[in-house]
């Protein structure tokens, strides 16, 4: 489809998102973004998992507004505390420390702020322009994908969550082993059987998603923040400064391009998303400078870079997980996650099944980046007040709403225990330096890989070879194990641990 024959349906979408639900859902997601973006120990990660138990009060649309504004939110809100207090609140902007708190010790906390909340809008903008854009030649397979291209998708999602995984390769390989192990709990859908469920008639359905999400990512990381000691609260520098020169003005342009160029690419690779995008970009900066050794002194490419590069990288880094179903990052398997609890199944067909949900999203993604610019360049001190909230406070509220999100779903007080389980997995886990996101994923992919691998078979007659006589299926076969194999070569960066 041409960009012109884009108009209607994107029109149809802004009709969707101004809509006074979906618009006060995107109003939410903006808010709460920017908030846990600015409290460090939060996160997009934990808020999305702790949300997903009362996302069913409303519509799957506006639900996924609110997830999605919660994640790209985040990206803005963390720049405001790595300016003014050098701890980033959200890890994609922990680069954005170094010359972005440079400029506020030299009084000039107000002038980087922003560059910051500008160049994170038009990352933004133009990462949600190229969703629009990219989605469209990928949904024509709808028509064309059949259960074995679906199997070996999933097959290669399976390749993608070892590749998201920090630290070493065979640590997410058994994580994601270990992930599609337990997705498999409950009733074998084939033959009706019970697998693994230890005779716990709540287990028949299988383990739940909600409370798997909620321990890893959201009790697992009070535990975390907790045990490392953090200060009771946060010391805030002055918002302050002169105004910027016309160099400086054209100089922090340039880098915005550069750094949307960067995660608009980064964002749609398995294993990428903002915090990638955001270390890139820092490198093309510090590669492209005519003189290098201001960056970390106070440069306002250090800042606008960065902080373009992870907005462009978060909406970018819809079109894997719309249109094919794959996550490229862990807040983004948490979202995919919501659509499937919401019975919504991403892949090529859901611009065709689900038009309204969307082009809904996809222009709710431009209001929402307009509201975040809107927030966050007037009310910059408000939220520099935010980060100053005792954690005293902050963590027992959270724990009683991570216990009241994972009772909610199934009413079951199982579903405590499993949350419990896996937050202590989830911290021990950081503790050892392995990313628990293969883990997730591999849950998340279990069910569908097993569904579409039994339907290519009876299809086939039990031949496993249509798995490399459909020329998709092969091509994505291929795609994983060239993958796997750069994987292998390639050193990894550790994964989180407490120190």
């Known amino acids: 489809m041409a960009v012109t024959g884009m108009l209607q349906p994107l029109a149809a979408g802004f009709a969707t998102a101004l809509a006074t639900p979906q618009l006060l859902a995107c109003l939410i997601g903006a808010l709460l973004g920017t908030a846990v973006g600015v409290l460090p120990g939060l996160g997009p990660i934990t808020t999305i998992a702790l949300l997903l138990p009362f996302i069913f009060a409303v519509s799957p649309t506006a639900a996924v507004i609110m997830l999605a504004g919660i994640y790209y939110g985040a990206q803005y809100g963390g720049s405001i505390t790595a300016i003014l207090v050098n701890v980033p609140g959200e890890a994609s902007s922990a680069i954005t420390c170094v010359d972005g708190h440079a400029m506020a010790r030299q009084g000039r906390a107000r002038f980087a702020l922003s560059v910051a909340a500008i160049s994170s809008f038009v990352g933004g903008t133009v990462g949600t322009l190229l969703v629009a854009v990219a989605a469209q030649p990928l949904s024509r397979l709808a028509s064309y994908v059949q259960a074995a291209d679906y199997a070996?998708?999933?097959?290669?999602?399976?390749?993608?969550?070892?590749?998201?995984?920090?630290?070493?390769?065979?640590?997410?390989?058994?994580?994601?082993?270990?992930?599609?192990?337990?997705?498999?709990?409950?009733?074998?859908?084939?033959?009706?059987?019970?697998?693994?469920?230890?005779?716990?008639?709540?287990?028949?359905?299988?383990?739940?998603?909600?409370?798997?999400?909620?321990?890893?990512?959201?009790?697992?990381?009070?535990?975390?923040?907790?045990?490392s000691g953090r200060p009771a609260r946060l010391d805030v520098l002055p918002l302050s400064g002169r105004a910027a020169t016309a160099d400086e003005r054209w100089r922090a342009a340039a880098a915005t391009l550069r750094g949307t160029a960067t995660g608009a690419v980064l964002g749609m690779l398995p294993g990428g998303g903002p915090v990638l995008a955001s270390f890139a970009s820092y490198g093309v900066e510090r590669a492209w400078a005519r003189h290098p050794h201001m960056l970390g002194r106070g440069?306002?490419?250090?800042?606008?870079?960065?902080?373009?590069?992870?907005?462009?990288?978060?909406?970018?880094?819809?079109?894997?997980?719309?249109?094919?179903?794959?996550?490229?990052?862990?807040?983004?398997?948490?979202?995919?996650?919501?659509?499937?609890?919401?019975?919504?199944?991403?892949?090529?067909?859901?611009?065709?099944?689900?038009?309204?949900?969307?082009?809904?999203?996809?222009?709710?993604?431009?209001?929402?980046?307009?509201?975040?610019?809107?927030?966050?360049?007037?009310?910059?001190?408000?939220?520099?007040?935010?980060?100053?909230?005792?954690?005293?406070?902050?963590?027992?509220?959270?724990?009683?709403?991570?216990?009241?999100?994972?009772?909610?779903?199934?009413?079951?007080?199982?579903?405590?225990?499993?949350?419990?389980?896996f937050g202590v997995v989830g911290w021990l886990l950081r503790r050892w330096r392995c990313d628990p996101s293969p883990l997730l994923l591999g849950f998340i992919?279990?069910?569908?890989?097993?569904?579409?691998?039994?339907?290519?078979?009876?299809?086939?007659?039990?031949?496993?070879?249509i798995f490399l006589r459909r020329p998709l299926s092969a091509a994505l076969l291929g795609v994983a194990a060239a993958l796997t194999l750069m994987a292998v070569r390639r050193p990894r960066p550790l994964a989180e641990s407490e120190e």
């Open 445 to 465: 992919l279990s069910r569908p890989l097993e569904e579409n691998l039994g339907r290519a078979l009876a299809f086939s007659a039990g031949d496993a070879t």
């Open 152 to 227: 070996s998708l999933m097959v290669f999602g399976l390749v993608a969550a070892v590749l998201m995984g920090r630290g070493a390769i065979w640590k997410s390989l058994l994580l994601t082993v270990v992930g599609v192990i337990l997705g498999a709990v409950g009733t074998d859908v084939a033959s009706g059987e019970e697998r693994w469920t230890l005779g716990i008639p709540a287990l028949y359905d299988g383990i739940g998603f909600v409370p798997v999400a909620i321990g890893l990512f959201g009790l697992a990381e009070i535990i975390r923040t907790l045990a």
């Open 299 to 421: 440069a306002v490419e250090g800042v606008a870079g960065p902080e373009a590069a992870n907005n462009a990288a978060a909406q970018t880094s819809f079109v894997p997980l719309l249109t094919l179903g794959l996550p490229s990052n862990p807040a983004v398997a948490l979202l995919l996650g919501a659509l499937i609890v919401h019975g919504v199944q991403p892949g090529p067909g859901i611009i065709a099944q689900e038009p309204t949900l969307f082009w809904g999203l996809v222009a709710s993604m431009w209001v929402g980046n307009a509201m975040l610019l809107v927030l966050n360049l007037p009310l910059a001190s408000l939220w520099a007040r935010v980060a100053q909230l005792p954690y005293d406070y902050l963590y027992p509220a959270t724990i009683v709403l991570s216990c009241a999100g994972a009772y909610a779903v199934g009413r079951n007080v199982i579903d405590l225990w499993i949350a419990a389980v």
